[in-house]
T-cell receptor
Framework: KQEVTQIPAALSVPEGENLVLNCSFT??????LQWFRQDPGKGLTSLLL?????REQTSGRLNASLDKSSGRSTLYIAASQPGDSATYLC????????????FGSGTRLLVRP | GAGVSQSPRYKVAKRGQDVALRCDPI?????LFWYQQALGQGPEFLTY????????KSGLPSDRFFAERPEGSVSTLKIQRTQQEDSAVYLC??????????????FGPGTRLTVL
């Protein structure tokens, strides 16, 4: 059974720092991996989607990488801002189901002004 | 255009009561998903509809949970005889396609259910 783990569970950093969020998974047979942002009382917002054949995706200050062989993905946030404070979730689609997202438990990020 | 909407946003129920949670997907979206998110955890898959057909209900925790999408648009998740362990945020998502791996799921804001 696929398991997705995110470390750390919570992170507090001063504004301006670069930071890395980690996601690991136990079964490398995946279609893709996605990073979401969740703000309190709001739905999930998709940040980056990496197909299994890709190694990384970039959007603005965000960069996500994928290493299927080691079962790891990282989300790099450059020059963090207080507005980046949120919970970040990674989720993947395993090859046993093309539609079912399997989520990690998230990293709660606080960027202090 | 409107996104996925859910109602009510908050629901408090006494143990043993029945509740019904509504999801309005993005217009024209074929696929609809329900997820359950316990406090401090990531969302967990409950069920999947393609139009009005419920193709996967493997994630429903017990036979107290029932979901329907009778006309292939609005969906309702019903929980009978609620228990305290049912307290969670229930998220609905929809996607345009028929469940391919490349389909993007768009999430609603969720319904926070608290069972006392």
């Amino acid at each position: 059974k696929q398991e997705v783990t995110q470390i750390p569970a919570a992170l507090s950093v001063p504004e301006g720092e670069n930071l890395v969020l980690n996601c690991s998974f136990t079964d490398s047979a995946i279609y893709n991996l996605q990073w979401f942002r969740q703000d309190p009382g709001k739905g999930l917002t998709s940040l980056l989607l990496i197909q299994s054949s890709q190694r990384e995706q970039t959007s603005g200050r965000l960069n996500a990488s994928l290493d299927k062989s080691s079962g790891r993905s990282t989300l790099y946030i450059a020059a963090s801002q207080p507005g980046d404070s949120a919970t970040y979730l990674c989720a993947l689609k395993g090859m046993d189901s093309s539609y079912k997202l399997i989520f990690g438990s998230g990293t709660r990020l606080l960027v202090r002004p | 255009g409107a996104g996925v909407s859910q109602s009510p946003r908050y629901k408090v129920a006494k143990r043993g009561q029945d509740v019904a949670l509504r999801c309005d997907p993005i217009s024209g979206h074929v696929s609809l998903f329900w997820y359950q998110q316990a406090l401090g955890q990531g969302p967990e898959f409950l069920t999947y509809f393609q139009n009005e057909a419920q193709l996967d209900k493997s994630g429903l925790p017990s036979d107290r949970f029932f979901a329907e999408r009778p006309e292939g648009s609005v969906s309702t998740l019903k929980i009978q005889r609620t228990q305290q362990e049912d307290s969670a945020v229930y998220l609905c998502a929809s996607s345009l396609g028929t469940g391919a791996s490349t389909d993007t799921q768009y999430f609603g804001p969720g319904t926070r259910l608290t069972v006392l």
